[in-house]
């Protein structure tokens, strides 16, 4: 063998791309590779030392879980920290929905695929409430209080 190549699909992908190459004698692969999807699916490819053939291995298929954390508090006070109404690993979810409502119930933001972006510049400080559905396997809905300090 002249060398090995990994390739990827991921869940939304229609075919494999290149992910990385290997040397002859590699017996393991390190990468970071679960951050960009839900379901990975690897192939490698032995391309022989002649160059003039090439083998195709089996298929490994991997799933890999992204649980959100979602803040209770945030302050859009333009001092460039904490700005926006983060929510870790939100942006895998596209389907997503998250709705703040405030405290008489009425809707002070929406978004289909939310992707942290809220900066909380049309409402006062205070305290709201958050719905978010990530619409993804039966996964339930998320809901709290958030304290939005200017």
Not at 33 to 41: I, P, Q
Not at 54 to 80: A, C, K, M, Q, R
Not at 110 to 121: L, M, R
Not at 122 to 127: D, K, T
Request: hydrophobic share 35%.
């Amino acid at each position: 063998v002249k060398r090995y190549e990994v390739w990827r699909k991921l869940e939304d992908d229609s075919t494999y791309s290149f992910f990385k190459e290997m040397a002859a004698d590699s017996r393991s692969l390190l990468a970071t590779v679960a951050t960009d999807a839900f379901h990975h699916r690897y192939i490698i490819r032995a391309i022989e030392l002649s160059g003039d053939s090439e083998s195709w291995s089996n298929n490994i298929d991997l799933e890999f879980e992204h649980p959100v954390f979602v803040p209770n508090v945030f302050t859009p006070n333009h001092d460039s920290y904490n700005h926006y109404f983060e929510i870790r690993n939100i942006g895998l979810y596209k389907n997503s929905r998250l709705i703040v409502l405030d405290r008489w119930g009425m809707p002070v933001f929406e978004a289909d695929g939310y992707q942290n972006d809220w900066d909380a510049n049309a409402v006062s400080s205070g305290i709201y409430y958050y719905l978010l559905s990530l619409n993804r396997n039966e996964l339930p809905s998320l809901k709290g209080p958030l304290s939005i300090i200017k």
